[in-house]
């Protein structure tokens, strides 16, 4: 990377400019379907105030990426960029005012993975352990700690799936709920406590009372937490379901429809292609799963399966742990007694499981459908990655490209400041040596609010 | 008839006769652009397949096809040698037996041609592969070479002699008792020989002070040591797993105390950061899966990232890469990914296109068949859609010793890889 002239930034401190720049760039993709060959791109203040083609006349500051193309900041439309600490409460299921915010850590690697992974806008949420799992929020990385988080108190994560009952045994009958000796461990348990929350905040929501609601998960309800709820059923607040499976997906909808939720996103979709046609009209949109490269665990041997399902070792959680239960999956090892009846008996329909075009198919159906990766090994979403393999299994660059960054920061009412490269917009750039989703290509650079936050050349040995 | 006739005529059937006694299989590809790995691409070659060998390579005009042969039309379509895996621990039941020491097992003995690794690698364009045991015992077993090319494991190993012997310096426990396990089980093996050499000078001398008595009977070397006297004796090579450089010191160090042993060195880990010893020794390198290395600088807290295969090429390195094991086919991790990332990093794509074909089938020893596309060699082809390590570029097709293998027109594993199959 070439830069021809003084630059300002300051990696650490990320001072942001008053004075105009100039970014030379040999083809820039806004996000909003538009390719532009040899363009300027003018940032003042950390913001975009055009593009054009234009050359820099002298005393302008010049960045000279005209050998490169020139991206959006990816806007992570999910992500745990915690690090930290934990995101999973364990002292009750039902956690609805916990902001994930808190557990969001200083840490720089995460925040640095992602940066150098290009995201420069990230929805932070808790994890999955919890029935209702609490707030999320929009983080900066690559911004310095006191702007470190945009936004707060986000939304309200309902897992639905089979994580809230997994490492929950249960409590003996008629016993005291306990940190692991608690409902759910089923999923109809975890369903029945979703709807449960709900029923009670529409309790309280007549009587303004909250005596005689008990979380049964295990505690009592405070009058903030069923604040929350009430919001979520006013639509004052989205309910951000997440759900892998085609039989969660629509359970969540259904539950949706049973309280009239009306502000209602999913994030997860690894079934999608399966519908139903009513994923099309949710009203903040879709979040659609990639199960990107997992190298922990890259040895776990497909063995002792016949079936087709084998090639998708557990597609639905990526953590290849033979203890989990959330792919209906029995591995066994081979010449383990009764293997080959145990292994008949788990596995998944061929008309289930994940298929390669779920996204091409997912995209034909609605344009409110964001892209995201499963990474279980760092929690940092690979957004090139997923883009690269939903493009190779039949999607099209530029809306998988609006995928990554303009329909995200559109669902996180982020439009005005994030998501592409137009005038206003904050200075989010991503610099790739070729064609972004070619895996030949590399970020070369990355600027947020206009200031260089990652420097390939600097951070390669 | 005249005589000039009649021998005309016997000539005439003698040649007809010829032609018809041993019906030749022949396979032409035709204008493709060929990436030989043996120079330059020829931008629209054919090649020719005779019983399975190729016996011509060159531009279109410049080769022949012969009647009655199978021609494929590749027009637009890019031709490589079929892509060779050094070394892995898939496509067996289990990598890693229950015993530290155990070069008498073979990893021939629990090969399954029906594992989905297989059909999945050979989706992608592999066509012969390294078969090892895992890295968990610091003396394995042996491995062998297969094609994907049969459901049988006779059908499918290349040869019936071992690859090499497998050892790990990063074994299951510590790395001292590795490395003593290690030394003690070849001083162990000399030990035996000597005590054979020993036995038998004795038996010699009691049969020449006694011929008439019945001769003493001389117990054989035992066969679990047999393999490490090979190793010794430099007739077996060895594959030795190293995670760390220190690693790779210590098979220097082993390297001088038993200079006729032969090994190759399979890098996982920060192993790869020895690479200046591992080039001054001119040693065999196998580089695992995951080619982006990250370290933490403790001080500033932030991560550098060390693209393996650059670092190792700018040592003036060869290396075969690897896919990741057991890969899955909707993830990447496949050969040509691997060889893409390392393009990525700036390795040049016609290293990278070796560091997949020729380098590992030279590891292996057989880059007398395979590897590249020249006459004389087997005919293990696979024709690609597009460019290589491009993100929409698909095997279309294998050949496997001229047979065809596979075809993604005809894959029936796309009807459950895709919820609408590609149309063709």
């Given at each position: ?292 490269s997992d190298p922990?665990n890259a040895n776990q041997p497909l063995s ?135 895996v030949t ?21 | ?34 990436h030989t790995v043996a120079g ?12 399975g060998k190729i ?23 890019h031709l490589v040698p079929g892509l060779v895996v050094a070394h892995t621990y898939s496509g067996i039941d289990s990598p890693n037996e229950?015993?530290?020491?155990a070069p008498f097992v073979s990893t021939v003995d629990s090969l399954d041609p029906s594992s989905l690794f297989f059909e999945s690698q050979r989706r992608e364009g592999v066509t012969t592969l390294g078969i090892f045991p895992g890295n968990e015992q610091p003396i394995g077993g042996k491995g062998v070479a297969v094609k994907i090319r049969a459901?049988t494991v006779a059908g499918m190993l290349v040869s019936k002699e071992p690859l090499a012997l497998k050892l790990s310096f990063a074994a ?6 590795t490395?003593?396990?290690i ?44 393999p490490i006297?090979d190793l010794l004796d430099g007739t077996l090579p060895c594959f030795v797993h190293a995670d760390q450089p220190g690693d790779v010191s210590r098979l220097l160090?082993l390297l001088?105390?038993y200079?006729k042993l032969k090994a190759t060195l399979v890098l996982g880990g920060s192993a790869f950061r020895a690479h200046a010893d591992i080039a001054k020794a001119k040693l065999a390198v196998v580089l695992d899966p995951g080619l982006e290395h ?12 060390f693209p393996k295969a650059s670092v190792l090429r700018k040592a003036g390195l060869d290396f075969a890469l690897s896919p990741e094991h057991a890969s899955q086919t909707?993830v990447t991790g496949h050969l040509w990914y691997q060889a893409a990332i390392a393009v990525k990093w700036g390795l040049p794509p016609a290293d990278a296109l070796k560091a997949i074909t020729l380098w590992p089938a030279r590891t292996i020893g057989l880059d007398g068949r395979l590897g590249t596309i020249e006459?004389g060699k087997d005919a293990d082809l696979a024709l690609l859609?597009?460019?290589p390590f491009?993100?929409?570029t698909?095997v279309?097709?294998v050949w496997i010793d001229g047979q065809?293998k596979y ?18």
């Open positions: 990377m070439r830069l021809t002239a003084v630059l300002y930034a300051v990696l650490a401190g990320g001072a942001v400019w008053a004075d105009t720049t100039a970014i030379l760039a040999g083809r820039v993709h806004t996000g909003t379907g538009e390719v532009l060959e040899r363009a300027t791109i003018w940032v003042e203040g950390g913001r975009i105030v055009r593009i054009d083609q234009a050359r820099p006349g002298p005393g302008v500051r010049v960045i000279d990426h005209a050998d490169a193309t020139v991206i959006p900041g990816f806007v992570a439309a999910t992500s745990q960029l915690g690090g930290d600490d934990s995101a999973n409460e364990e002292s009750s299921e039902i956690t609805p005012d916990f902001r994930v915010s808190a557990s969001i850590g200083t840490s720089p690697v995460y925040l640095d993975r992602a940066i150098a992974r290009g995201i420069t806008t990230a929805f932070v949420r808790p994890g999955l352990a919890n029935v209702i799992a609490g707030q999320g929020a929009v983080i900066r990385p690559g911004a310095p700690p006191e702007s470190l988080v945009l936004a707060d108190g986000l939304e309200l994560v309902i897992p639905i799936g089979p994580w809230p009952a997994m490492g929950n045994t249960s409590p003996s009958w008629g016993g005291i709920q306990t940190t692991r000796a608690r409902r759910p461990t089923t999923r109809m348990g975890t369903v029945w406590l979703v709807r449960k929350s709900f029923f009670d905040a529409r309790t309280y929501q007549l009587t303004k009372r909250t005596d005689g609601l008990s979380k049964e998960a295990p505690g009592s309800y405070t009058a903030r937490e069923l604040d929350v709820l009430v919001e979520v059923l006013e639509g004052k607040r989205i309910a951000r379901f997440v759900a892998r499976a085609d039989k969660d997906v629509r359970t969540a909808l259904r539950i949706a429809a049973e309280f009239g939720i009306p502000r209602v996103r999913i994030e997860g979709l690894a079934e999608g292609y399966r519908g139903p046609d009513e994923l099309a009209t949710v009203s903040e949109g879709l979040i659609c799963e990639v199960v990107a922990i002792g399966l016949p079936l087709p399902v084998a090639v998708f070792d557990h597609w639905l959680c990526g953590t290849h742990d033979p203890l989990c239960g959330c792919c209906d999956l029995l591995l066994s090892s081979a010449g383990a007694p009764g293997s080959a009846e145990l292994a008949l008996e788990g596995h998944v329909r061929p008309e289930y499981g994940p298929r390669a075009d779920n996204v091409a198919v997912l995209a034909r159906r609605t344009n409110k459908l964001a892209l995201t990766t499963v990474n279980h090994t760092n929690h940092v979403p690979e957004p090139l990655e997923a883009g690269s393999y939903a493009i190779r299994h039949g999607a099209d660059e530029q809306a998988v490209l609006a995928m990554l960054t303009r329909i995200p920061a559109d669902m996180l009412g982020l439009a005005a400041e994030v998501g592409t490269i137009a005038p206003g917009r904050r200075a989010d750039l991503v610099v790739v040596s070729g064609d972004p989703f070619e290509s590399r970020i070369l650079a990355v600027y947020a609010d206009g200031a260089l936050r990652h420097n390939s050349a600097e951070t390669t040995r | 008839m005249s005589p000039s006739i009649r021998s005309a005529a016997m000539l005439l059937s003698a040649l007809v006769l010829a032609g018809t006694a041993a019906a030749q299989d022949v396979l032409a590809i035709k204008d493709a652009t060929i330059e691409p020829i931008a629209k070659g054919t090649v020719l397949v005779v019983d016996t011509a390579v060159g531009p279109t005009d410049q080769v022949a096809i012969p009647e009655g042969a199978r021609v494929i039309v590749a027009t637009g379509k229950n015993l530290p020491v459901d299951r426990g510590t790395r001292m008792q490395m003593a396990t030394k003690k089980a070849f001083e162990d093996a000399l030990e035996a020989r000597k005590k054979h050499a020993e036995a038998t000078t004795a038996a010699d001398e009691a049969k020449k002070k006694n011929p008439t008595a019945p001769a003493p009977v001389v117990p054989p070397i035992d066969f679990k040591v047999a006297l160090e001088a105390t200079p990250t370290e933490l600088d403790p001080e500033t807290v932030r991560e550098a990232l909707l006459v859609s597009g460019e491009k993100v929409r698909f279309e097709r065809p075809r993604r027109d005809q894959d029936p594993w796309l009807e459950r890889l895709y919820y609408k199959p590609p149309v063709r």
